[in-house]
Nanobody, 123 residues
Framework: QVQLVESGGGVVQAGDSLRLSCTSS????????MAWFRQAPGKEREFVAH????????DYANFARGRFTISRDNAKNTGYLQISSLKLEDTAVYFC????????????????WGQGTQVTVSS
């Protein structure tokens, strides 16, 4: 099992950029695929992006293509989600998740989750 802690959220203005971090401990981070999900108020948790351990397989939700960039630094046991040109509809709690394998879009596939970090986009 690996423990995950997200950081980097906050209140930002529309059009700004933000980088979220997901720091892991308790496991060999490079052997885990990592993903980001988000949950807006009153909505289900949705897939944003995933990346495999070697950063050779990356997948994005359709809404995330072009503005979101997932990456990882295994030497730092940390994954990242860069979001540019933030929109009001990006307001959500962002969660990172990890599991052994190459990564999937399904949230049920991930066995390790962080507590989430709130991103609020204001106009």
């Amino acid at each position: 099992q690996v423990q995950l802690v997200e950081s980097g959220g906050g209140v930002v203005q529309a059009g700004d950029s933000l980088r979220l971090s997901c720091t892991s401990s308790g496991g060999t981070f490079s052997t885990y695929a990592m993903a980001w999900f988000r949950q807006a108020p009153g909505k289900e948790r949705e897939f944003v992006a995933h990346i495999n351990g070697k950063s050779t397989i990356i997948d994005y939700a359709n809404f995330a293509r072009g503005r979101f960039t997932i990456s990882r630094d295994n030497a730092k046991n940390t994954g990242y989600l860069q979001i540019s040109s933030l929109k009001l509809e990006d307001t959500a709690v962002y969660f990172c998740a990890a599991a052994h394998g190459i990564g999937k879009r399904s949230r049920t596939w991930y066995e390790n989750w962080g507590q989430g970090t709130q991103v609020t986009v204001s106009s």
